[in-house]
């Protein structure tokens, strides 16, 4: 609701009483004129991380009132492991922000600011660091030997399936050294699917996995006698033409200080006995 003097309308920082500009004024109870300010946060990134949203937030509100939290995202890429977030602030004269830290992971986290809007108009700035590990490419590199189905097929409820038996395995090179190799050994994980089929196929013998290190490399391949599916047909089941294949991949968490950078090698076909 407007204030006046006489006919003309007071606007914000326009009342004085004599030369002094009146803070606020109230009518019994109830302020009717409120002086407001203007508060920067500002955010200097210097983590080598990328971050999401604005690195300048400006807000204007009344002395004393909260205002709403201010987050700044921190992401950590393919090639980086995050291990923690810290600041610095300046500019805070009359103490009324906090920033902290949330969700910290090894792939990103977030800056929080929070307070009071101060009682004159200032900039705070809060200047962004990371402790940050840059991480060590490896190459993937397949080998081994593959079965195809030479046709498209459909099988009856009943009929005995089986996976293409394969010596495939991979090798993960790229390790500075044969301990390292060991270390990151732990954080690597394989799986093979079958081929893409419609219909129920219920498997009865999935295959397990090892791996192995060998110099600056870890091996990893189905345990012997052990590599193929088997099952039986639950429904009809019809498998795709030939050149669809099953997937057999290996992959090793970021967590491990690697990342795996380019991948070679051959597929893994299904066919039916």
Known sequence: MPVYKGTNEVTSGNLYKGTTEIQDGYKATDSFYVNEV???????????????GSLTRTLVGVPGDSFSSQNLTVSA?????????????SGDTQAIATCSTSGVNQNGGQYSVNGTFPTVSQTITFTLTANVTNLSPLT???SGSSNSIGCCGSFSAGTFLAGASNDQDCQLNGFPSSG???????YVSQSMGRQPHSGSWGISDSPSFRTSVAGTSIIC?????????????????TF????????????????????IASSSGSSVYMEYI
């Open 240 to 259: 795709g033409s030939a050149g669809q294949t099953a997937s057999y991949s290996v992959s090793i968490s970021k967590s491990s200080g690697y990342y």
């Open 77 to 89: 890429s393919a090639s980086q492991r995050l291990n923690s977030l810290s600041f610095s602030e």
């Open 180 to 186: 390292a190799a060991s270390a990151a050994q732990a």
């Open 38 to 52: 203007t508060l920067i946060i500002s955010f200097v990134n210097n983590t080598n991380l990328s971050s999401s």
């Open 140 to 142: 993937r590199v397949f």
């Open 221 to 237: 391949e189905c345990n012997a006698g052990d590599n193929n599916y088997e099952g039986y047909a639950n429904t009809t089941v």
